[in-house]
């Protein structure tokens, strides 16, 4: 693996389409949209009713997210909303918190980092060890991410992600729900949508969104991980880009699990 000489906007200039806003590029409704819609919300009723307050949206301020996010609002679905503060993160998605907030009358969990944990990485390893090797980059990752979710999730016996199998090679097999390893039960609601349909559900409702994807940014994480993508390239290819595609997790996705349903 190569390491970057350069910062993520040195390193890439997307292209310039003009003055456009996410949902003018990819909102549109495709056949079997609403179908999509009211399976989506079934399993998410489903899920609340098998796992009362015991259940979270890890909410990535994405977009997919976003979608979940309005849905579980609107329908009243009691379902905790949580986030990971990764203290690495750009202006644009931290805002997502308090717009949420303020939209939709609910409270976000937000959790950060440990403190010494992140200053004792960034002494050791410096603030651009992610660019230095896979294991590094896995390191932070397991520092600003994997130990928030873990506390998280530590009292819930399930949770809701945003995942779709279209977003990548790596996720082409996502199910609509599985057993993890631990027991926990883990729903992916959006499994079987497409980017188009998230963008019309945001433009039909209003949702609010990250403002980065109107930069040509689809997948987006911590500020030194993300660059926008150019026409063409895959839908996560701003993610770790300086890395082999077969390895661009970060780790909340990847666990075993006992058995899987669709």
């Known amino acids: 693996m190569?390491?970057?000489?350069?910062?993520p906007d040195e390193d890439f200039a997307p292209l310039n389409?003009?003055?456009?806003?996410a949902i003018d590029l990819y909102a549109r409704k495709t056949e079997g949209y609403e179908q999509r819609?009211?399976?989506t919300l079934a399993l998410l009723q489903q899920a609340a009713a098998e796992h009362p307050e015991q259940i979270v949206l890890a909410n990535s301020l994405g977009a997919e997210d976003m979608v979940l996010t309005d849905?579980?609002?609107?329908?009243?679905?009691?379902?905790?909303?949580?986030?990971?503060?990764t203290g690495a993160l750009n202006p644009e998605t931290t805002a997502l918190i308090p717009a949420i907030e303020q939209r939709y009358g609910l409270k976000v969990e937000v959790y950060e980092p440990q403190h010494e944990a992140v200053v004792h990485f960034v002494k050791t390893h410096g603030d651009k060890a992610?660019?230095?090797?896979?294991?590094?980059?896995?390191?932070?990752?397991?520092?600003?991410?994997m130990e928030p979710l873990s506390r998280m999730l530590a009292q819930r016996t399930a949770?809701?992600?945003?995942?779709?199998?279209e977003q990548s090679a790596n996720r082409g097999a996502v199910p609509h729900r599985e057993v993890e390893a631990n027991g926990r039960t883990k729903f992916n609601p959006l499994a079987d949508w497409t980017w188009a349909d998230i963008w019309h559900y945001i433009d039909t409702h209003n949702v609010p969104y990250n403002a980065l994807h109107d930069q040509f940014m689809p997948s987006?994480?911590?500020?030194?991980?993300?660059?926008?993508?150019?026409v063409g390239e895959p839908f996560r290819a701003g993610r770790w880009w300086w890395e082999d595609e077969a390895a661009k997790e970060c780790g909340l996705h990847v666990k075993a699990v006992n058995t899987v349903a669709a």
């Open 2 to 7: 190569t390491a970057p000489h350069t910062t």
């Open 17 to 21: 389409f003009g003055p456009s806003s």
């Open 37 to 39: 819609v009211a399976d």
């Open 71 to 85: 849905l579980i609002a609107r329908h009243q679905l009691p379902i905790a909303l949580g986030t990971l503060q």
């Open 130 to 145: 992610m660019y230095q090797s896979l294991a590094l980059r896995k390191s932070c990752c397991q520092v600003r991410k």
């Open 159 to 165: 949770w809701v992600t945003g995942l779709r199998r």
């Open 220 to 230: 987006i994480g911590c500020a030194p991980c993300t660059r926008a993508i150019a």
